[in-house]
């Protein structure tokens, strides 16, 4: 017999029970029927919770292989960062532990590079995934043409600097955030390098739509300090964005309607909600699912058809 007092099931864990020797059990959409004569698992299942108890290796093997277990773990309540953990906690192999998942992420020093339509939803995204250390580069203000579509910003926030306006709203969620404001146009390697190297920079998010070749700028600077990147774009019909990058774009890798001089000035909420949203899901899996993450991936996506294509570097 194995004491299960270091585990507890995974809370999406649900049971079943048919008979006092039938259960069914489910865990996402995974669903699997065990036939328990001997009573090695039904017992610790029905209990809610492994800790203190004992089950024979058997069922432990099957609990541990199949992820419906994870090791215990001390979590603060009612911290606004609580169900993130509980979607570690389900994600996560059965010998990691989701709070060392949420301090990493929590831990990170973020450069954010543009914070118009895409930059903006990112900025918050991250923050509610836990990132707590912001630096935030964006050259320009906000205008009353950018209200359709960078969703966090208002009428009141015209005239200011979207780094001012985005950073008043990231102070407003959780825990005070460290954030740090650069109002720059970034157009060179030196430009982000010497960024990176005065904030202590962990991670980059690259949402700028200028220069046209930006993406290589903020990929080159970054894989010259081991730094990894995530970008993302859109067009009028198009939309671009990568895994986390550890390689160095070389060539620009924008939407391709997009001219290679100036950014098209159309854009809708719609398709910058959707960019955004994948960018963050792909940091989010760059952590949670580290061992079998795979980088330096390309997608473009056709808004129209809802075809995605992918482009391995």
Not at 132 to 144: E, K, W
Not at 177 to 197: A, Q, R, W, Y
Not at 217 to 230: D, E, K, R, Y
Not at 259 to 283: A, H, Y
Request: glycine fraction near 6%.
């Amino acid at each position: 017999m194995i004491n299960l007092g270091n585990y507890v099931i995974k809370e999406a864990v649900r049971c079943h029970f048919e008979s006092d020797y039938v259960v069914n059990i489910y865990f996402g959409n995974q669903k699997w029927t065990i036939r328990d004569i001997n009573l090695e698992l039904i017992p610790v299942l029905k209990s809610g919770s492994v800790v203190e108890k004992k089950c024979s290796t058997n069922a432990f093997k099957f609990l541990f292989d199949n992820n419906l277990i994870i090791r215990k773990y001390k979590s603060e309540p009612s911290n606004f960062l609580e169900n993130n953990i509980f979607y570690f906690e389900n994600a996560l192999s059965s010998d990691k532990l989701p709070t060392s998942v949420q301090k990493e992420i929590s831990n990170l020093n973020l450069l954010l590079i543009g914070l118009g339509g895409i930059g903006s939803v990112i900025g918050y995204g991250l923050k509610l995934l836990g990132v707590n250390n912001f630096v935030l580069i964006d050259y320009d203000t906000v205008q009353n043409n950018n209200l359709n579509r960078q969703l966090l910003y208002n009428n009141n926030d015209i005239g200011k600097h979207k780094t001012t306006a985005l950073k008043k709203r990231l102070e407003n969620i959780g825990f005070f955030p460290k954030i740090s404001c650069i109002e720059k146009k970034v157009t060179t390697i030196v430009d982000v390098e010497s960024i990176l190297c005065d904030n202590n920079i962990d991670f980059v998010v690259c949402a700028a739509d200028s220069p046209h070749n930006i993406s290589n700028i903020v990929s080159t600077a970054c894989h010259n300090f081991a730094i990894p990147m995530q970008f993302g774009g859109v067009g009028i019909f198009t939309g671009s964005w990568s895994s986390v990058l550890t390689k160095i774009l070389k060539a620009t890798l924008r939407p391709q309607e997009i001219s290679v001089s100036t950014p098209t000035k159309g854009s809708i909420s719609s398709t910058n909600l959707l960019i955004s949203s994948f960018i963050l899901n792909e940091f989010l899996n760059y952590f949670t699912f580290s061992e079998d993450y795979e980088c330096n991936v390309i997608y473009n996506i056709d808004f129209l058809k809802y075809k995605i294509k992918k482009e391995r570097l």
